[in-house]
């Protein structure tokens, strides 16, 4: 028996204390006998010799308790240092987590205050920057308000700038007609340009087509059923014949644009013009259609020109 197996020392006492008591129970009617009988001297003598008997095989079982009850206890002491062994590594390893999370608050708190600290000085470095520089534009305007031809100045400065925001607002959001067919890219004077700003209906029935033969195709470049069929009808009635209608090879462009050849770029231009569409997305690019000369690819924008934007 091992101090290691304290189950195998409980069942070995047990059974050892259930031996005991058959033997004490068969002790017991022996001498119940002895009580009782009342004749024999041999039959007194017998029950003396089992008496004896079992008396003798108590021993060894008393002394095998005695070594089991000293093995359970062994294996019990062995039991109660492992738990408190346990314990203490329990207790250090809680100790250790609370340490750990104590530095590692400290660490964080430690970098969040560097970090305050750090950003706090480079806004005010900024911040300081930026006033210097403030103060250097500005200090050549504070001269100038100090004369009233200083004043005068600015004031008619800002006035010109108004009225060129004004103008630019008037070309680009004015309706303009379709007697509007030529683009001038040279020099345009003052008059001429508030002339020109004046708003003028594009009107409902179809004017007179074009005499350059151009031929004119509408592509479907975002998707939307019946889009390129409502441009081409929107552009027959304007006077700008649309020869036929597709889809484009994808349907992933974002802003409609216009290819043209170069021999067809007033008229591209002019295109651009009844749709509301910028000079910018007009492109130089011979179209894929063969025998195409301009090429206008709707893209997912289309609700931003016309026939859609009244």
Request: charged share 25%.
């Amino acid at each position: 028996m091992t101090p290691q197996d304290p189950q195998q020392s409980f069942e070995e006492a047990a059974r050892l204390l259930i031996e005991l008591q058959d033997q004490l129970t068969e002790y017991r009617s022996l001498v119940d006998t002895l009580h009782t009988v009342s004749e024999g001297s041999g039959r007194v003598g017998a029950a003396a010799e089992k008496i004896a008997a079992i008396v003798e095989a108590l021993g060894p079982v008393s002394e095998s308790l005695q070594k089991n009850r000293e093995a359970l206890k062994r294996s019990l002491e062995l039991t109660f240092q492992t738990l408190n062994h346990s314990q203490e590594k329990a207790r250090e390893l809680q100790e250790s987590f609370e340490k750990t999370g104590a530095q590692f608050k400290e660490d964080v708190d430690r970098l969040s205050s560097d970090l305050r600290s750090s950003l706090q000085k480079r806004v005010d470095q900024r911040a300081d920057e930026i006033g210097e520089n403030l103060k250097a534009v500005f200090s050549e305007p504070e001269n100038l308000l100090s004369s009233g031809l200083g004043q005068l100045r600015i004031l008619g400065i800002a006035n010109l700038g108004l009225l060129g925001l004004v103008l630019l607002a008037v070309l680009w959001w004015g309706g303009r007609g379709p007697a509007d067919s030529a683009v001038n890219n040279g020099p345009v004077n003052q008059s001429s340009l508030v002339e020109n700003t004046r708003p003028e209906a594009i009107p409902t029935s179809p004017a007179a087509a074009y005499p350059e033969p151009v031929r004119i195709q509408v592509l479907n470049g975002c998707g939307v059923p019946g889009i390129a069929a409502d441009f081409k009808k929107y552009l027959d009635d304007n006077g700008l014949e649309v020869g036929d209608t597709d889809n484009a090879g994808n349907f992933g462009y974002l802003q409609t644009r216009i290819n043209t050849r170069p021999g067809s770029r007033m008229i591209a231009e002019r295109v651009a013009e009844v749709l509301r569409l910028h000079p910018a997305q007009v492109h130089e690019r011979n179209p894929e259609g063969a025998g195409v000369d301009i090429e206008i690819i709707l893209g997912k924008d289309y609700r931003n020109l016309r026939p859609y934007r009244q």
